[in-house]
């Protein structure tokens, strides 16, 4: 789970990936971009050459039209950047596969329609109003839990284990239907991955052991099927999904859920309290929070490069030429400030009209939990700053560690305060 610190570094230069004096504006190498073209060269550290999108319009269409395929395990080259840990799976899989066989495997974030559309129309069969709303009720609890251990255990604590970490990983493990007994285990594994301080081996040993977690846990739900969405991937699927798929399925759950989520809710935590005005208004009317959410993610938009697309046929896009073959990546962060969409577009604004933003991208492969982030992200930031009405960041805001090496940004910790 979790893209490791180095894939990044290796390809691009350091400007684009650093932030600037801002942490929540994009790294100025990418800035500097704006207005230089939507669809603009990417020239990469390893001599090979990527094509930029920086404005809405042009990333929609990439992210819409076939012509740019997901399938980076097909069409994979030397130079494609890889998001989430496509690395990990890559690497069990040497050489590109232009055979165009059927896939067997479960990892539908990398496949087109018609084989993409198969897995998600499953899932998407499984997100239902009803387990939706048992999760709502359950992130609520789960929100509540963990502010009141953090009161009750004194005045200061690192958020990102304390909240922001646990509450994703708990609403997953919900959603998949761990049992209690394995939670722990579950999230020691998973928390490695995101861990920055963790050695390559260690991230090796933690994958393999959560993917014989995975297998275990495949195998119980078709042993001791239960009211949970794993449990009705197997049972309902027709033809149904061999096991090592459903694994790869229980695992981009994870890694698309859990990550995101995390870094969302302990950056938001983070720039509204370096907006204490904006903070004031969600306080002052819980009722703005569901806006303040759909700003937040537009604004810090954490998928940084991580959002990219294989040419299976040459085209132009934006002035552009683009041959077949080449990876074109979404500038999210940017696009997401492109000025011909929004007004001040570098302003945190919570009042700002709700519009449609692409932090969850767009298309066949636009997020699937996107309502489950946003309660998440709702009801998370309403629990915390509700009940901890003084919360403050407990050092300068120069020393929090920021998650610029990682494809999902965010920060490592965020030590606070509500004394
Ligand atoms: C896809 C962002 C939370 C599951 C995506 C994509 C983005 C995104 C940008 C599109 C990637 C692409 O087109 O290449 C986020 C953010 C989140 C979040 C910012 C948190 C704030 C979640 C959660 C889940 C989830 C909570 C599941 C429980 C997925 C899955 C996909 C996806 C399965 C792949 C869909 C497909 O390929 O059809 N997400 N996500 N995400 N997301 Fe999320």
């Excluded at 500097?32 to 999108?53: E, H, I, K, S």
């Excluded at 011909?340 to 066949?364: K, M, S, Y």
Aim: aromatic residues 4%; contains cysteine; hydrophobic residues 40%.
């Amino acid at each position: 789970p979790g893209a490791g610190p180095t894939a990044m570094r290796r390809i691009l230069p350091a400007d684009m990936v650093e932030r600037g004096r801002c942490p929540f504006d994009p790294p100025p190498g990418l800035r500097a971009r704006r207005g230089q073209g939507t669809v603009q060269p990417l020239p990469l550290l390893n001599g090979a050459q990527a094509w930029l999108v920086t404005g809405f319009e042009e990333a929609r269409t990439v992210l819409s039209d076939a012509r740019f395929s997901a399938d980076k395990v097909r069409h994979r080259d030397a130079t494609s950047l890889q998001p989430y840990e496509v690395t990990e799976m890559a690497a069990t899989t040497p050489e590109p596969d232009t055979t165009l066989a059927g896939r067997e495997d479960g990892f539908f974030v990398f496949m087109d329609p018609p084989e993409h559309t198969r897995i998600r129309r499953l899932l998407t069969g499984q997100f239902t109003v009803r387990r939706m709303r048992a999760l709502e009720s359950r992130v609520t609890e789960i929100a509540i839990e963990h502010v009141e251990a953090m009161k009750a255990a004194g005045t200061e604590a690192d958020l990102v284990p304390a909240f922001a970490l646990p509450l994703p990983s708990l609403v997953i493990c919900e959603l998949l239907g761990v049992d209690y007994a394995d939670r722990a285990e579950f999230q020691e594994r998973t928390a490695v991955g995101l861990n920055a301080n963790a050695t390559d081996e260690e991230r090796a040993v933690a994958g393999a052991e959560l993917y014989a977690f995975m297998q275990r846990l495949v195998a119980d739900k078709r042993a001791n099927p239960a009211d949970d969405l794993l449990s009705g991937l197997v049972h309902d699927a027709d033809p149904p999904l061999t096991d090592a798929q459903l694994v790869d399925v229980a695992l981009v759950l994870l890694g698309a859920g859990h990550e995101t989520t995390a870094n969302m809710l302990g950056l938001s935590t983070f720039a509204l309290l370096e907006h204490p005005d904006q903070l004031a208004a969600m306080r002052d009317d819980p009722t703005r929070i569901d806006n303040a959410v759909e700003e937040l993610l537009r604004y810090l938009t954490i998928i940084q490069l991580g959002v990219s697309r294989v040419t299976t046929e040459p085209v132009t896009l934006g002035g552009a030429d683009i041959p077949a073959g080449a990876t074109v990546v979404i500038a999210t962060p940017e696009v997401n400030r492109d000025p011909r969409h929004w007004p001040n577009p570098d302003r945190l604004d919570v009042h700002r009209p709700r519009t449609p933003h692409l932090a969850f991208g767009h298309g066949v492969h636009q997020c699937l939990g996107q309502q489950l982030a946003r309660v998440e992200m709702q009801i998370g930031l309403r629990e915390l700053i509700t009940r901890l009405p003084n919360l403050r960041l407990a050092v300068p805001a120069e020393q929090v560690p920021l998650r610029d090496e990682m494809l999902i940004f965010g920060v490592h910790s965020l030590p606070v305060t509500w004394a």
